[in-house]
């Protein structure tokens, strides 16, 4: 059965709802009940909309549901009832059928809906009905909360989601084909709106306190009145056009004059002087044809310049996947009673309504109370009501709720969720490249008004100007977005409307943030690098041989004796029940070579099941915990059988891949330069130039940005090789032989500058025409206009004899020179200046000087060991192999100074040692060993075991002597400090710097008060805010005397100031202050550098040494042999620890003295 064919239930329903005589409607008894009948016919409806359809086709809503709502309104329950029946017939067809359907079949349903709701749209347009609609919306509008019934709240919403959804219909393009300023279906409806006063009714909604839950079917059918129009239209309507106007139109029509005049020469010199007859033939001699013949040209010579091998060829099919995007927006300019009236509308939205609907419907969004993509109703209104505002005398407090950085947050928010939706969701890509339109439309909004703002005479929008622009410069977020958009542009899913936009935001984006770096020396801006790394994790299979356990445990022996942080073995389990798998869980450890792990899992198992020592005793030595070890690897434990899920590889491995990321957040100077440089890329250049193709449509905006930024590239990176590519000059040969090429003055000159500099490069690279068939990156462009490296020298530096000698020789003087990083010592001294670090590297490496690139690491102190260092490491070793403290006394004779782990390291390569375990301070016994102390701790021990209480009292005092040690020694480091920068060598740095010196002493003094206040510290910055300090701090004497008081220097890039170190005191900073005051006196004159002050501090800082030194002896003297604790054995270590750095700092402080 057809469709358009009414079945017999459905007629018999419509017959008995009335009939229409004249222009009067006579309703039938049981016209309400047909009227529910209807709609119960619609809830069962199939997937085609059979009933839809055919109700559509018999005409119900303009035939007979109009005339009952505007004859017979006073019945409330039929309005009510026809009321539902409309909003279900008038709903989108896109909800009907969720979305249009690709089966031709389905897709006619789809299409036949529509023209039954254009249908719909021009029946509403009329005044009588909608002036029944807003009579009902007012009357229910007037009664209070208290007198509103459930019933009425639904049938405003119900006459809301109706004028919402017959402002939906689109329009018919084949029906309306209308010019400007003509009046449309659209404008029509618009118009009967406006005479029955249902705007007004809107704009209260809008602003009642009272009525807020209609805020977003408000804003749906505000954004759906505006559909059609632009605010530039609305502003200028009914206004005389200004001068600006005026010349914009002149031009556009100059264009034109000169494209007809060119159109018509260009056919009179085609017309030939022959009769067209006599044409003739012509032979093409050097263009062969598909055979080996020359080409024959049946046509005239004036159109040979066209000829192509394409000519009478079929045009090739693009395929749908790879089709441009195409622009669905569609903009005509209405009637001008319509416009003149939405222009109030919109004046008077923004002063009543605007702030409160945006902030409602932003807090809905927030929320997640709206529906799914209502956030587009708020970016249309954000970019629509802006932008009229700016044109219609701008005012920043009528838009001041969208002026935030949360709404720029929420933007780019969008914009990014928008683009991930689009490479996901495939199907719906065009959907989802419009809403990321919209966003983006809102976010050059925001951007115009925030410039707008800034133009402004009143100082305090100026002010909040700038803290925005403040805030959106200084996040990388909003820096990175249109980087991001160009990058991954795609002309199949996003039109050229879209690319547009995108190149006038960056446009302005770009002009405003240069404007802003203009005006301040250093912009500090947030820097955040994402780290993501992937690791595989290996689980192999553990062989179990004798042979393989033997080397597993001399891997681990060494790393156990080193210690292991301990952690908790709990579990939710009984800790009964864990007492074999811990047992096992140690034995994994050590099969996977986990040396720590498998210590810290014993003792932390030894403390849960202390019972039966089964992980060892209480006081079990450090021999007896490796044996132990031992045993647990070699021995045989019941295990669990595997699961029956897990499935093994066939190779026995089990690879795990991880994907670890983390974001680095850290501050750094802003370039603007370097900024625009990131623009230097190919994926970023071809947007433009896809955009310069249709540079005749183009307004004149558009294709300056597009000739400024290809501007910047070119002369301001002096990067013009970029835009040396086959299709950017054929583009510039099509703007060269326009007609109306005046009109295009900025991209003539352009483009003449840019073919200008390839013939120049041309004519020294004879590859530079080839280089035309492909994009360039950075490094082609390097180079195409710089020379060619060769094959394998990037790789490879050649090297002169010359040079290499001069590096070995420059190498034997500083090997031992102590600096921390070599490579950087050396660089400056060669003779060839252009050397990098990483050849230079890379050299020394295939020299031989060093063994690899590691130990030239940046930072790091170079460890290389010649053969007479190691020669008299073998004899320092056996001269003091006898003795309690070999290692020290290896430190103290050896001549090239080495850390303690290096030459622990050193010894056991050499095979001097077979454990690092023999190079420990032998009078360090455990106090519960069974072994003989030595000579020295004998009479110790002696007197510990018989009487605990005296060996108590003695730590006690060993540890008030080691307090006293550290207390002098702090205040013997403090004069230290302060002779250090009284010596007179130290004066020639600071000569004439009383200023620069006075200043650095109130830092240090105010530094010392905030650290003994706050309790806390952290490395502090010197900024010198006067040019005097500034230049102070750039003058490498100055460097030298803040380095000797401590400050510390720039550690890399990212840091532009000399910081205080967390670690200095305020003591020590008193000091150094003190120091610097004391050195004012000898500033002034030329007396007495040696005068008797300095030698009197010189007397004093020996006799506290000297005292220093004596309690340290004593201490040494009465120290136990041991402690019974293992937290006591960490206070004893920590404590000397701290004791021989602060005298080792002292002895060489006193050495330099």
Not at 230 to 252: I, M
Not at 471 to 498: A, C, G, V
Not at 711 to 720: E, G, T
Not at 763 to 792: C, D, H, I, P, Q
């Amino acid at each position: 059965m057809e469709l358009s064919i009414m079945n017999c239930e459905l007629l018999a329903t419509c017959s008995a709802l009335g009939y229409l005589e004249g222009d009067t409607y006579h309703r039938e008894p049981d016209c309400l009940e047909s009227v529910k009948d209807l709609i119960r016919y619609l809830r069962h409806e199939d997937d085609t909309r059979d009933i839809r359809q055919q109700l559509g086709a018999g005409q119900i809503i303009q035939n007979d549901l109009l005339p009952i709502i505007s004859q017979h309104s006073q019945d409330k329950a039929l309005f009510d009832a026809c009321i539902r029946l409309m909003v279900n017939l008038t709903q989108p067809a896109l909800l009907c059928f969720g979305k249009v359907p690709d089966d031709p079949t389905v897709r006619h349903h789809f299409l036949q809906v529509v023209s039954y709701l254009q249908a719909y749209k021009e029946a509403f347009a009329n005044e009588k009905v909608f002036g029944v609609l807003s009579e009902t919306l007012y009357n229910l509008l007037q009664l209070d909360w208290e007198q509103r019934q459930e019933e009425d709240n639904l049938l405003i919403e119900r006459i809301l989601l109706l004028v919402r959804n017959v402002l939906h219909v689109p329009a018919d393009p084949h029906e309306e084909k209308n010019v400007d300023d003509d009046a449309s279906v659209h404008d029509k409806l618009l118009w009967a709106m406006h005479m029955s006063g249902l705007d007004d009714l809107i704009k209260f909604l809008a602003s009642a306190p009272s009525e807020q839950q209609w805020s977003m079917h408000v804003l749906e059918v505000t954004s759906l009145m505006f559909r059609d129009q632009t605010p530039e239209l609305l502003v200028s309507a009914g206004q005389t056009r200004s001068a600006q106007e005026k010349q914009r139109d002149a031009q556009e029509l100059e264009v034109l004059r000169q494209k007809e005049q060119a159109e018509k020469r260009s056919r009179t010199l085609q017309r030939g002087t022959r009769h067209s007859r006599f044409g003739g033939s012509y032979v093409v001699q050097g263009l062969k044809s598909i055979g080996e013949k020359d080409v024959i040209y049946h046509r005239g010579l004036h159109n040979f310049k066209n000829y192509t091998h394409d000519l009478g060829k079929a045009v090739r099919r693009v395929p749908k996947r790879k089709q441009q995007a195409k622009d669905t927006e569609g903009k005509r300019r209405s009637a001008l009673n319509v416009r003149l009236f939405l222009r109030k509308f919109c004046v008077d939205f923004l002063e009543n309504c605007y702030n409160r609907l945006m902030y409602l419907v932003k807090e809905g969004l927030v929320r997640e109370q709206a529906q799914q993509h209502d956030e587009t109703y708020y970016l249309w209104a954000l970019s629509f009501f802006m932008a009229f505002n700016r044109g219609n005398g701008f005012r920043a407090d009528l838009v001041s709720e969208t002026m935030s950085i949360r709404t720029f947050h929420f933007i780019e928010r969008n914009i990014t969720n928008y683009y991930e939706m689009m490479l996901t969701d495939r199907k719906e890509a065009t959907s989802w490249s419009r809403r990321m339109h919209l966003a983006l439309k809102a976010y050059q909004e925001l951007l115009l008004t925030v410039n707008e703002m800034d133009r402004s005479h009143d100082e305090n929008i100026k002010q909040s100007a700038n803290v925005i622009k403040s805030n959106i410069f200084y996040l990388m977020e909003y820096r990175e977005i249109f980087l991001t958009l160009l990058r991954k542009f795609d002309e199949t899913k996003q039109p050229r409307s879209f690319l547009r936009d995108l190149v006038e935001s960056t446009h302005l984006f770009l002009r405003m943030l240069e404007r802003f770096c203009k005006g301040r020396n250093n912009l500090v801006v947030q820097k955040k690098r994402v780290k993501r790394k992937k690791g595989r994790k290996k689980t192999t299979a553990i062989e179990t041989t004798p042979e393989a356990l033997e080397e597993t445990w001399n891997i681990l022996s060494e790393a156990l004796t080193e210690g292991a942080v301990p952690f908790d073995a709990a579990s939710e389990t009984p800790l009964e029940e864990q007492r074999t798998e811990a047992m096992v869980r140690v034995q994994d450890s050590l099969l996977n070579r986990l040396g720590p792990e498998a210590l810290g899992l014993l003792r932390a198992a030894r403390e849960v099941w202390p019972e039966g020592d089964v992980f060892g005793s209480a006081d079990v030595e450090p021999e007896e915990e490796l044996e132990l070890l031992k045993q647990i690897l070699f021995a045989n434990l019941p295990r669990e059988s595997e699961k029956p899920g897990m499935e093994e590889e066939e190779d026995g491995e089990l690879e795990v891949e991880e994907e670890l990321e983390s974001v680095r957040v850290s501050e750094t100077e802003f370039n603007f330069l370097d900024f625009i440089k990131r623009f230097a890329n190919p994926n970023i250049v071809r947007p433009y130039l896809l955009l310069l193709r249709t540079y005749s449509q183009n307004s004149p905006h558009t294709n300056h940005c597009i000739t400024r930024m290809l501007h910047r590239l070119a002369v301001d990176l002096k990067m013009d090789a970029l835009l040396f590519q086959l299709s950017v000059f054929c583009i510039f040969n099509k703007i060269l032989a326009d007609p109306s090429a005046a009109a295009y003055k900025e991209l003539v000159t352009f483009a003449k500058f840019v073919l200008k500099r390839f013939f120049a490069l041309a004519a020294r690279n004879s590859k530079a025409y080839v280089e035309l068939l492909f994009w360039k990156n950075v490094g082609a462009v390097r180079e195409m206009t710089e020379g060619y490296s060769k094959e394998g020298s990037k790789k490879k530096a050649k090297w002169a004899p010359e040079e290499e000698e001069e590096l070995r020789t420059l190498y034997e003087e500083h090997r031992d020179s102590g600096v921390p990083d070599i490579v950087e010592t050396l660089l400056p001294l060669l003779s060839n200046t252009s050397r990098t670090r990483r050849q230079l590297v890379a050299q020394m490496v295939a020299m031989g000087l060093v063994d690899s690139v590691r130990d030239l690491k940046k930072g790091t102190r170079i460890i290389l060991w010649t053969e007479e260092q190691e020669e008299e490491l073998k004899m320092l070793f056996e001269e003091f192999r006898d003795s309690n403290d070999i290692l020290g006394n290896i430190l103290k004779k050896v001549t090239a100074k080495r850390s303690r782990a290096r030459l622990v390291e050193k010894l056991l390569s050499l095979g001097l040692v077979s454990d690092r375990r023999e190079l420990y301070k032998k009078r360090h016994r455990n106090p519960n060993a069974q072994r003989k102390n030595s000579p020295m701790d004998c009479e110790d021990d002696d007197e510990e075991e018989d009487d605990s209480e005296e060996s108590e009292e003695e730590e006690q005092e060993r540890q008030d002597t080691l307090i006293k040690v550290v207390t002098l020694a702090r205040k013997s480091c403090i004069t230290c400090c302060q002779q250090l920068v009284m010596v007179p060598k130290l004066y020639v740095f600071v000569t004439g710097m009383s200023g620069p010196l006075l200043w650095l002493q109130n830092c240090l003094n105010r530094t010392a008060d905030d650290r003994e206040e706050e309790g806390s510290s952290q490395p502090i910055p010197l900024v010198p805010l006067t040019e005097e300090n500034e230049d102070a701090m750039e003058k490498p004497s100055f460097q030298r005397l803040l380095q000797k008081i401590g400050v510390r220097a720039p550690a890399d890039e990212q840091e532009s100031f000399w910081r205080i170190p967390a670690k200095m005191r305020p003591s020590q900073l008193r000091g150094a202050a003190a120091a610097l005051s004391s050195s004012e006196e000898p500033l002034a004159g030329e007396q007495g550098l040696e005068g008797s002050p300095v030698k009197q501090g010189e007397a004093d800082s020996h006799e506290q040494r000297s005292q220093a030194l004596r309690a340290l002896l004593l201490a040494r003297k009465r120290k136990p042999p041991g402690s019974a604790t293992a937290e006591h054995t960490e206070k004893k270590t920590s404590t000397k620890r701290s004791r021989a750095v602060l005298l080792d700092s002292d002895d060489e402080k006193g050495t330099l003295l």
